[in-house]
C-alpha cells in the first residue's frame, strides 16, 4: 500500500467530511472510526490484518453514503481499492 496514497485519501476523505451536512450520527460516528482505524493502518502498515474488516466497513459505509454524499462516496471507493489492493 502506498503510504502517500493512503495519507492523500485521507486528507481528502477529512476535508470532505468536515465540509460535509452530515445529519444523522450514526454515519457520523462510522466514518470517524473508519478515519481513525485507516489513520493507525498508516501509521503502522506492516500491522495490518487482510483479515480485518475494515475494507468491508468502508465498503458499507461507502454505499450508505453513494446516494446523498457522493464525493464522500468516491472518496471511500478510492480507500476500498486501495485496501483491497494491499490485501492481494
Do not use: C, W
Not at 490484518?49 to 458499507?60: A, F
Not at 453513494?66 to 481499492?81: C, D, F, G, K, M
Amino acid at each position: 500500500m502506498s503510504k502517500k496514497g493512503l495519507h492523500d485519501l485521507l486528507a481528502q476523505l477529512k476535508e470532505e467530511r468536515s465540509g460535509a451536512d452530515l445529519v444523522d450520527s450514526e454515519h457520523q460516528q462510522r466514518l470517524d472510526e473508519i478515519v481513525e482505524s485507516l489513520e493507525q493502518q498508516r501509521l503502522y502498515p506492516d500491522t495490518f490484518d487482510q483479515y480485518s474488516t475494515l475494507t468491508e466497513q468502508v465498503r458499507l459505509l461507502m454505499m450508505d453514503f453513494r446516494a446523498e454524499h457522493p464525493t464522500i462516496s468516491a472518496v471511500l471507493n478510492s480507500v476500498h481499492q486501495v485496501l483491497n489492493n494491499f490485501k492481494s
